[in-house]
């Protein structure tokens, strides 16, 4: 399994998969976003949600992770987001990649903290975040509107002294 930057000739799969409310899962806010409007979006350099494509050693594309910047009154806070197709599931490639990707984050940005959130629902997410380091915060009542109705979320971070050092990529000093 390894993560690789996203080119545009991924951009047709990431529409597919965006409108296929089966890949984001059932507790990721329905949306739906056109070829074209994605497209202008990678042209500009400002496609959300798809950062790093996730791609098996034979080459198949399997999912997606994503960091992004939310502008609080006190500063940015950076979080993450992830999906796999619903085939590749179960196989320990979830906990895989948000292990690299925290790696990757603090090895590459003067960050303190990153951060995640999930539909309190969902386990396997909340599993994947705390095999990867990170704690449970709290829990946000009735703030994601999930299938048509306001659900309990979950807040949890990693910070970078709880992170130490990289688990998986190689240390470059
Ligand atoms: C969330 C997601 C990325 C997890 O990745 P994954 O590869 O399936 O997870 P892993 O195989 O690494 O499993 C991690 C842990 O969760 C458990 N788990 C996996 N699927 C589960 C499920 N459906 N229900 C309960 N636990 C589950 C595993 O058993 C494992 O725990 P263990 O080590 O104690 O056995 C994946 O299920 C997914 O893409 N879901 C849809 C999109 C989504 O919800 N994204 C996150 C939004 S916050």
């Given at each position: 399994m390894n993560l690789r930057v996203v080119e545009k000739e991924d951009v047709p799969l990431f529409a597919e998969w965006l409108n296929k409310p089966e890949v984001f899962g059932e507790y990721n806010p329905l949306r739906q976003v056109s070829k074209t409007e994605i497209e202008k979006d990678f042209e500009k350099g400002a496609?959300?949600?798809?950062?790093f494509i996730v791609e098996k050693?034979?080459?198949s594309r399997i999912g997606f992770i994503c960091h992004f910047t939310l502008v609080h009154p006190a500063g940015k806070l950076l979080e993450i987001g992830y999906s796999l197709v619903p085939s590749e599931r179960g196989k320990g490639y979830g906990t895989e990649v948000v292990r690299i990707m925290v790696d990757y984050l603090f090895l590459s940005k003067s960050i303190e903290r990153i951060q995640a959130q999930t539909d309190a629902r969902n386990v396997a997410s909340q599993k994947v975040l705390e095999k990867a380091g990170f704690k449970k915060e709290g829990t946000m009542r009735k703030y994601l509107f999930i299938r048509g109705q306001l659900r309990d979320g979950c807040l949890y971070s990693i910070l970078r002294e709880e992170w130490k050092e990289p688990k998986i990529l190689t240390k470059t000093t």
């Open positions: 496609l959300e949600m798809m950062d050693k034979d080459g």
